[in-house]
């Protein structure tokens, strides 16, 4: 078999980013041609890495290079397996996707803002991102991750300005300390059993752990991705860091930024750790679980468009979850072929999820951008002036409801699958768990639906709620290039499902064993079969032609008989009342107030209603409505932490003396205890 | 492909024809429940010609969402009834979606129907689609519990699968993960046909409607689609939980005597599930819209007790 140039292609991707990189920055005094190099060389460095990732999934082995760097430990080793390719192409897809939106989208920073940091930290980010994911070598692996963090960070408080930014990144920063500080500690867990920080070296020597390291380092490993990956309870930073972003930075953040954490997961724990106990695994899908259930409901109380959707992600994330700790148990309970289609299930929805997120959060920027508003109470109607923009998000909002015939039903449906027969394979009252967790499933995919009515409805159906919205203007055509291209994606995957599984089979290979793509398709590639021999099947393209063939009666009917009176448009028919306005419409918080009543217990809502009077009470002049829900997270579990935290600093300030003798003094002593520790035998 | 045609064409003609009349009976029953006379039994269909002949006003308002509803309604329910067997264990389209894709197309629907009812701008709309999409996804996991318990039986999702599993212990329903199961359907089943004590699907007023609300707007031939495809999704319903617990009758081919002798059989059992939810609703007061949550917690609990049994019995 030839060799197709995987490494040449990545390394040009990789160049590309870095000389984008280096000229936005040197080219910052001339705004249009920086925007243009800034934007051009993301798309070109996206193209390669998109072509480096098609190359190596068809290639079918591992693509390994090493250049020893001459620090102990440290070597720029890479490792282009198809973990690795399947991530570089779900980056490369949105990275793409990105660049051409922001072509248009970076024009309204030209003389307000410094577009060449701005095009320095995104290819930074889209670099850092490339490396994560190819990375064979721990320490590289954590440099990309910390560079990864800093340049989201700096991206995450580009509208420095605003107080609520500069608090979001701060919170955003701390976490991703938080999270470096764990993974550090799980390396060099697994660096000292080793002896190497060779990724592969790892793998051979986890027959080495004992259960005891085996779950330290997995508890480590769980709360590091765990907390870049945004699932409950570590969520907190996640819908403060990504709506306060730009746009086009948001959906790279919900889209690919939160899946590094996924990346890791699927990396360390199915390769790096052995055969992990059944209970990682059930702890992953019960995680999973909660963060897919919670995500959503809290998303729902949400009237900013941009935090109602990093909240999807948490719920999304769930969703991937569920799936890849569905594949962890199954691997132990010795069934390979289950857990080798729980996890295409997973990855499927990562790379799904990753697609109609970025679409989602370039839609919602689009809106920002032409009506200057997140609140979707402020906005409404805005279909008419934008159509593209809307159809864009309505496929995005259909897809990510899971429904048919698009591409996040199919991941969702092998997810049912998976969990469905899991309650086959594992013993006792854990089995109990897999159908459960299909239940809160259903309820996840059915709120989402609930949110994703209220977001399409209230922010581009009906009248317009404010003046902005009534002077919206359409997205620049490069955006709504961006977000076709990703529209086109979800409708590919979704009715295509059927072609794109068979791409998984070198990665559940290398993972778990088993190829299954072909397992998953039946009948001429029609078919999706979960894989068992009278297990379910579905078919989103059949279902999709025979949607449009049942139009043909429909339209039949329709035409047929109502000729006689011609279809007119008249003002709404409102029971009877007249003068309807944008006042009598619903509102997002009026539309999940039915939710909000029945999950009070969760959300602890709070109102206040003011009237304001002129003389008799009857007749007030002003009502003002305020109401919120209680942030539990925040309140209950991070508020006492970080008293006690700041308790504890209060304490430490003792040694703090402020003396130059007693700084020395401490110096001396580590370097002492170092020596003493460091030269031992 | 021929004959995957002639048989979708088959039953998709006995949806369109059942559905209505379906309808019809059970408010002929209703009313007799009620001593009152009702209507015709054929009154439904005749409120869809009469409805196909009229003309219809667009909202000033309204998008194109307002116009490509009513199709979508449709066009999922009617795809959605050639999924499940009816009358032979071997349903038209059940190699291209079984059970969850049901479930999901017919989510599919209700989602645009959402949209259609907030479209308009009108405050009753609204009030539609958010009851409609809080109730639906409340019953939601009750409803996947109860599936899955069946399904869990024959390790399929496969309608005709499962089907056919049953038809090989018809005597199954008699065990108690099947009737802990029955129960909790029976209640999502009144959820999601929007039947008291959940929705009234006779009122029009606006304090207590749900569906009726939702399609405030509509008038003439879209309002024709969209009733018709409310009438064929309580059928589909129906006979999924028919079809499921009790197999009866089912034939194993598409042979002309199989054929029709499965169509008596189907025809019984459908009017006695009708006559059960008739008993059920004139019995029966509407609930609160916010003790609804309680009835379906109740379905939860039948379902997840299904479930526990199944490995307990």
Same mark, same amino acid.
């Given at each position: 078999?030839?060799?197709?140039?995987?490494?040449?292609?990545?390394?040009?991707?990789?160049?590309?980013?870095?000389?984008?990189?280096?000229?936005?920055?040197?080219?910052?005094?001339?705004?249009?041609?920086?925007?243009?190099?800034?934007?051009?060389?993301?798309?070109?460095?996206?193209?390669?890495?998109?072509?480096?990732?098609?190359?190596?999934?068809?290639?079918?082995?591992?693509?390994?290079?090493?250049?020893?760097?001459?620090?102990?430990?440290?070597?720029?080793?890479?490792?282009?397996?198809?973990?690795?390719?399947?991530?570089?192409?779900?980056?490369?897809?949105?990275?793409?996707?990105?660049?051409?939106?922001?072509?248009?989208?970076?024009?309204?920073?030209?003389?307000?803002?410094?577009?060449?940091?701005?095009?320095?930290?995104?290819?930074?980010?889209?670099?850092?991102?490339?490396?994560?994911?190819?990375?064979?070598?721990?320490?590289?692996?954590?440099?990309?991750?910390?560079?990864?963090?800093?340049?989201?960070?700096?991206?995450?408080?580009?509208?420095?300005?605003?107080?609520?930014?500069?608090?979001?990144?701060?919170?955003?920063?701390?976490?991703?300390?938080?999270?470096?500080?764990?993974?550090?500690?799980?390396?060099?867990?697994?660096?000292?059993?080793?002896?190497?920080?060779?990724?592969?070296?790892?793998?051979?020597?986890?027959?080495?752990?004992?259960?005891?390291?085996?779950?330290?380092?997995?508890?480590?490993?769980? &709360?590091?991705?765990?907390?870049?990956?945004?699932?409950?309870?570590?969520?907190?930073?996640?819908?403060?860091?990504?709506?306060?972003?730009?746009?086009?930075?948001?959906?790279?953040?919900?889209?690919?930024?939160?899946?590094?954490?996924?990346?890791?997961?699927?990396?360390?724990?199915?390769?790096?750790?052995?055969?992990?106990?059944?209970?990682?695994?059930?702890?992953?899908?019960?995680?999973?679980?909660?963060?897919?259930?919670?995500?959503?409901?809290?998303?729902?109380?949400?009237?900013?468009?941009?935090?109602?959707?990093?909240?999807?992600?948490?719920?999304?994330?769930?969703?991937?979850?569920?799936?890849?700790?569905?594949?962890?148990?199954?691997?132990?309970?010795?069934?390979?072929?289950?857990?080798?289609?729980?996890?295409?299930?997973?990855?499927?929805?990562?790379?799904?999820?990753?697609?109609?997120?970025?679409?989602?959060?370039?839609?919602?920027?689009?809106?920002?951008?032409?009506?200057?508003?997140?609140?979707?109470?402020?906005?409404?109607?805005?279909?008419?002036?934008?159509?593209?923009?809307?159809?864009?998000?309505?496929?995005?909002?259909?897809?990510?409801?899971? &429904?048919?015939?698009?591409?996040?039903?199919?991941?969702?449906?092998?997810?049912?699958?998976?969990?469905?027969?899991?309650?086959?394979?594992?013993?006792?009252?854990?089995?109990?768990?897999?159908?459960?967790?299909?239940?809160?499933?259903?309820?996840?995919?059915?709120?989402?639906?609930?949110?994703?009515?209220?977001?399409?409805?209230?922010?581009?159906?009906?009248?317009?709620?404010?003046?902005?919205?009534?002077?919206?203007?359409?997205?620049?055509?490069?955006?709504?290039?961006?977000?076709?291209?990703?529209?086109?994606?979800?409708?590919?995957?979704?009715?295509?499902?059927?072609?794109?599984?068979?791409?998984?089979?070198?990665?559940?290979?290398?993972?778990?064993?088993?190829?299954?793509?072909?397992?998953?398709?039946?009948?001429?590639?029609?078919?999706?079969?979960?894989?068992?021999?009278?297990?379910?099947?579905?078919?989103?393209?059949?279902?999709?032609?025979?949607?449009?063939?049942? &139009?043909?009666?429909?339209?039949?009917?329709?035409?047929?008989?109502?000729?006689?009176?011609?279809?007119?448009?008249?003002?709404?028919?409102?029971?009877?009342?007249?003068?309807?306005?944008?006042?009598?419409?619903?509102?997002?918080?009026?539309?999940?107030?039915?939710?909000?009543?029945?999950?009070?217990?969760?959300?602890?809502?709070?109102?206040?209603?003011?009237?304001?009077?002129?003389?008799?009470?009857?007749?007030?002049?002003?009502?003002?409505?305020?109401?919120?829900?209680?942030?539990?997270?925040?309140?209950?579990?991070?508020?006492?932490?970080?008293?006690?935290?700041?308790?504890?600093?209060?304490?430490?300030?003792?040694?703090?003396?402020?003396?130059?003798?007693?700084?020395?003094?401490?110096?001396?002593?580590?370097?002492?205890?170092?020596?003493?520790?460091?030269?031992?035998? | 492909?021929?004959?995957?045609?002639?048989?979708?064409?088959?039953?998709?003609?006995?949806?369109?024809?059942?559905?209505?009349?379906?309808?019809?009976?059970?408010?002929?029953?209703?009313?007799?429940?009620?001593?009152?006379?009702?209507?015709?039994?054929?009154?439904?269909?005749?409120?869809?010609?009469?409805?196909?002949?009229?003309?219809?006003?667009?909202?000033?308002?309204?998008?194109?969402?307002?116009?490509?509803?009513?199709?979508?309604?449709?066009?999922?329910?009617?795809?959605?009834?050639?999924?499940?067997?009816?009358?032979?264990?071997?349903?038209?389209?059940?190699?291209?979606?079984?059970?969850?894709?049901?479930?999901?197309?017919?989510?599919?629907?209700?989602?645009?129907?959402?949209?259609?009812?907030?479209?308009?701008?009108?405050?009753?709309?609204?009030?539609?689609?958010?009851?409609?999409?809080?109730?639906?996804?409340?019953?939601?996991?009750?409803?996947?519990?109860?599936?899955?318990?069946?399904?869990?039986?024959?390790?399929?999702?496969?309608?005709?699968?499962?089907?056919?599993?049953?038809?090989?212990?018809?005597?199954?329903?008699?065990?108690?993960?099947?009737?802990?199961?029955?129960?909790?359907?029976?209640?999502?089943?009144?959820?999601?046909?929007?039947?008291?004590?959940?929705?009234?699907?006779?009122?029009?007023?606006?304090?207590?409607?749900?569906?009726?609300?939702?399609?405030?707007?509509?008038?003439?031939?879209?309002?024709?689609?969209?009733?018709?495809?409310?009438?064929?999704?309580?059928?589909?319903?129906?006979?999924?939980?028919?079809?499921?617990?009790?197999?009866?009758?089912?034939?194993?081919?598409?042979?002309?005597?199989?054929?029709?002798?499965?169509?008596?059989?189907?025809?019984?059992?459908?009017?006695?599930?009708?006559?059960?939810?008739?008993?059920?609703?004139?019995?029966?007061?509407?609930?609160?819209?916010?003790?609804?949550?309680?009835?379906?917690?109740?379905?939860?609990?039948?379902?997840?007790?299904?479930?526990?049994?199944?490995?307990?019995?």
């Amino acid at each position: 078999m030839n060799t197709l140039p995987v490494a040449a292609t990545f390394t040009l991707s990789v160049a590309l980013y870095s000389v984008g990189a280096l000229v936005s920055l040197a080219s910052w005094r001339k705004p249009a041609l920086c925007r243009h190099i800034c934007c051009g060389t993301a798309l070109a460095g996206a193209i390669f890495g998109g072509l480096a990732a098609v190359f190596g999934i068809l290639q079918g082995t591992a693509v390994r290079w090493s250049i020893s760097s001459g620090i102990p430990l440290f070597a720029y080793s890479f490792d282009y397996d198809a973990l690795a390719g399947f991530f570089n192409l779900t980056l490369a897809i949105l990275a793409g996707a990105v660049s051409i939106y922001s072509f248009s989208y970076l024009k309204e920073f030209e003389g307000k803002r410094n577009i060449g940091f701005f095009g320095f930290l995104f290819h930074l980010l889209l670099l850092s991102l490339t490396i994560v994911f190819t990375a064979a070598n721990a320490l590289l692996f954590l440099i990309a991750w910390e560079v990864m963090a800093l340049a989201a960070y700096g991206l995450v408080t580009f509208y420095h300005e605003d107080r609520e930014t500069r608090r979001a990144g701060l919170l955003y920063i701390v976490m991703a300390h938080i999270d470096a500080g764990c993974l550090l500690l799980g390396f060099a867990l697994l660096m000292q059993v080793s002896g190497s920080a060779d990724f592969a070296q790892f793998r051979t020597a986890a027959v080495h752990l004992s259960s005891s390291q085996q779950a330290i380092a997995f508890v480590l490993f769980f &709360l590091g991705f765990g907390i870049k990956a945004g699932v409950i309870p570590f969520h907190i930073w996640l819908p403060a860091a990504h709506p306060v972003a730009p746009s086009n930075i948001s959906s790279l953040l919900s889209g690919i930024v939160l899946k590094a954490g996924i990346y890791g997961m699927a990396r360390i724990f199915l390769e790096g750790l052995g055969v992990l106990p059944s209970w990682a695994g059930l702890l992953v899908l019960i995680v999973g679980v909660g963060s897919a259930v919670l995500g959503v409901l809290y998303a729902l109380m949400e009237h900013d468009l941009k935090r109602l959707l990093a909240y999807h992600s948490i719920e999304n994330i769930g969703i991937i979850l569920i799936g890849l700790g569905a594949a962890l148990v199954f691997r132990v309970a010795g069934h390979p072929q289950l857990a080798a289609v729980a996890l295409i299930a997973a990855l499927f929805h990562t790379l799904n999820h990753a697609i109609f997120k970025c679409l989602l959060f370039l839609g919602a920027g689009s809106v920002l951008h032409s009506t200057g508003s997140r609140n979707m109470e402020e906005l409404g109607g805005l279909i008419r002036p934008m159509p593209v923009t809307a159809f864009c998000f309505l496929i995005g909002a259909v897809a990510i409801s899971g &429904l048919p015939p698009l591409n996040g039903f199919v991941s969702e449906w092998l997810t049912y699958q998976s969990l469905l027969a899991g309650f086959g394979v594992t013993g006792g009252l854990t089995r109990i768990l897999f159908p459960l967790a299909g239940s809160m499933l259903a309820l996840t995919g059915a709120l989402a639906a609930a949110c994703f009515v209220k977001a399409f409805a209230i922010t581009f159906l009906a009248l317009p709620r404010s003046a902005e919205s009534r002077s919206a203007h359409e997205a620049p055509r490069s955006m709504r290039i961006g977000m076709g291209c990703l529209t086109g994606a979800c409708l590919v995957l979704g009715l295509g499902a059927t072609w794109f599984v068979p791409v998984f089979d070198a990665l559940t290979e290398q993972l778990l064993g088993p190829r299954v793509g072909t397992n998953l398709i039946t009948a001429h590639r029609w078919v999706l079969s979960a894989g068992t021999p009278h297990g379910g099947l579905v078919s989103t393209s059949v279902i999709a032609i025979a949607l449009l063939l049942l &139009l043909i009666p429909a339209v039949l009917l329709v035409s047929s008989a109502g000729r006689r009176f011609a279809r007119r448009r008249g003002p709404a028919w409102d029971c009877g009342l007249p003068g309807l306005s944008e006042h009598n419409e619903y509102t997002a918080t009026g539309f999940s107030k039915a939710l909000r009543m029945i999950f009070s217990v969760l959300y602890q809502p709070r109102r206040e209603i003011q009237t304001v009077f002129d003389v008799s009470p009857y007749f007030p002049k002003a009502i003002r409505f305020e109401s919120e829900i209680e942030p539990t997270f925040e309140k209950r579990l991070y508020a006492p932490l970080k008293d006690l935290l700041l308790r504890f600093a209060t304490r430490m300030r003792a040694i703090q003396a402020g003396s130059i003798h007693a700084y020395l003094a401490y110096i001396f002593v580590t370097l002492v205890l170092l020596l003493l520790f460091g030269v031992r035998p | 492909m021929i004959g995957l045609i002639a048989k979708a064409g088959l039953q998709l003609v006995l949806v369109l024809l059942v559905a209505p009349l379906l309808s019809g009976i059970m408010k002929t029953m209703k009313a007799r429940l009620q001593t009152r006379r009702g209507p015709n039994v054929l009154q439904s269909y005749q409120d869809i010609l009469k409805l196909l002949r009229k003309g219809m006003v667009i909202p000033e308002t309204a998008s194109w969402i307002f116009s490509v509803t009513p199709y979508v309604v449709f066009v999922t329910a009617a795809l959605v009834g050639l999924m499940i067997p009816m009358t032979a264990t071997d349903a038209p389209l059940s190699l291209f979606g079984g059970v969850l894709a049901v479930v999901y197309l017919l989510a599919l629907g209700r989602f645009f129907l959402a949209l259609g009812g907030l479209d308009a701008g009108s405050s009753f709309g609204g009030l539609g689609s958010s009851r409609e999409m809080t109730i639906s996804a409340i019953a939601e996991p009750a409803m996947m519990l109860a599936i899955f318990t069946v399904a869990l039986a024959a390790s399929s999702t496969n309608l005709s699968e499962m089907a056919k599993v049953a038809v090989s212990q018809s005597w199954k329903f008699l065990a108690p993960s099947q009737m802990l199961a029955f129960a909790a359907l029976f209640i999502v089943l009144i959820a999601e046909t929007g039947r008291i004590p959940v929705d009234n699907p006779a009122t029009h007023l606006e304090l207590t409607m749900i569906h009726e609300a939702m399609i405030l707007e509509y008038s003439g031939p879209y309002l024709a689609l969209i009733e018709y495809g409310a009438s064929i999704k309580q059928l589909v319903l129906m006979t999924l939980v028919v079809n499921t617990f009790f197999p009866f009758g089912l034939s194993s081919d598409w042979t002309l005597r199989g054929l029709t002798l499965g169509l008596v059989f189907y025809l019984i059992k459908m009017l006695l599930l009708a006559c059960l939810i008739v008993m059920v609703e004139t019995t029966n007061a509407k609930l609160r819209l916010f003790r609804v949550p309680e009835l379906l917690m109740v379905s939860f609990i039948f379902g997840a007790l299904a479930l526990i049994s199944t490995f307990l019995f």
